[in-house]
């Protein structure tokens, strides 16, 4: 069924458009894993999976062979639009509805060919790791961690926040070259804080409740390894087993 309301939704867009275009669904993503996939002429690759109403989803394509450029449609469970990406290579909303969602990825102007690779994340419900990518998870004051990235990928470190509470996060490159990007997430999935193109990140919480710490590459095109330090400089502890 689903099959078939998308092949409706491609007909429909040729009519308009005047454009043949052709689906190919490339199976179900979870929060925490990372897919890859390649784009032909005029394909719209579509990927799956279930979310709540309330959730705070991020989605990431990126491009990482030939020159074209990633665009993201997300389809809620009633094949309705819900958001769109379109020329960048990141989507972040909150979801409107309970039900099975798509991800379509194409080609922005539908006529390069390359591939790509998408990473997805529920920041609300998680789980923020898989078994192709360990990367993330609870973290405490005073605790260092170490990780992996590869183009598209976000790794999620969570960790009990009070409002006023001073916080430092450090996350530095320690093979390859790339440039680490943090941003602070909030308990109601707003982007609080970023680090931009530096390493450290270090700001007073403005709420009380779970917060989340992305680490990513800059342009999300890149990979290396990282080390990432946390502290929380008014409640402790500042040091770790």
Avoid at 23 to 47: H, L, N, P, R
Avoid at 53 to 80: C, F, H, K, S
Avoid at 162 to 186: H, S
Wanted: charged share 15%.
């Amino acid at each position: 069924m689903m099959f078939k309301k998308i092949v409706f939704m491609v007909l429909i867009s040729i009519l308009c458009c005047s454009q043949t275009l052709w689906a190919e669904y490339m199976g179900e993503i979870v929060s925490g894993e990372t897919k890859t996939g390649s784009i032909s002429m005029a394909e719209q690759d579509f990927w799956t999976f279930e979310g709540n109403e309330g959730d705070r989803v991020l989605i990431r394509a990126v491009v990482t062979a030939y020159a074209w450029n990633t665009e993201m449609i997300l389809i809620d469970p009633d094949q309705l639009t819900e958001t769109t990406s379109g020329y960048g290579d990141s989507l972040n909303c909150v979801l409107a509805k309970t039900g099975t969602y798509t991800i379509l990825v194409q080609d922005y102007n539908l006529d390069d060919v390359g591939n790509y690779s998408m990473t997805f994340l529920n920041l609300t419900r998680g789980p923020l790791t898989s078994s192709g990518d360990p990367d993330g998870g609870s973290i405490v004051s005073g605790q260092t961690v170490s990780g992996w990235i590869s183009p598209s990928d976000v790794d999620a470190y969570q960790f009990p926040g009070v409002e006023g509470d001073r916080v430092l996060i450090r996350a530095v490159v320690t093979a390859y070259a790339w440039n680490t990007a943090i941003i602070l997430v909030d308990p109601d999935g707003e982007f609080e804080v970023t680090s931009g193109y530096g390493d450290s990140l270090s700001c007073f919480l403005a709420k009380t409740g779970t917060y989340t710490i992305l680490v990513q590459d800059y342009d999300y095109v890149d990979d290396g390894n990282y080390s990432m330090t946390f502290l929380n400089l008014t409640r402790g502890p500042l040091t770790s087993s």
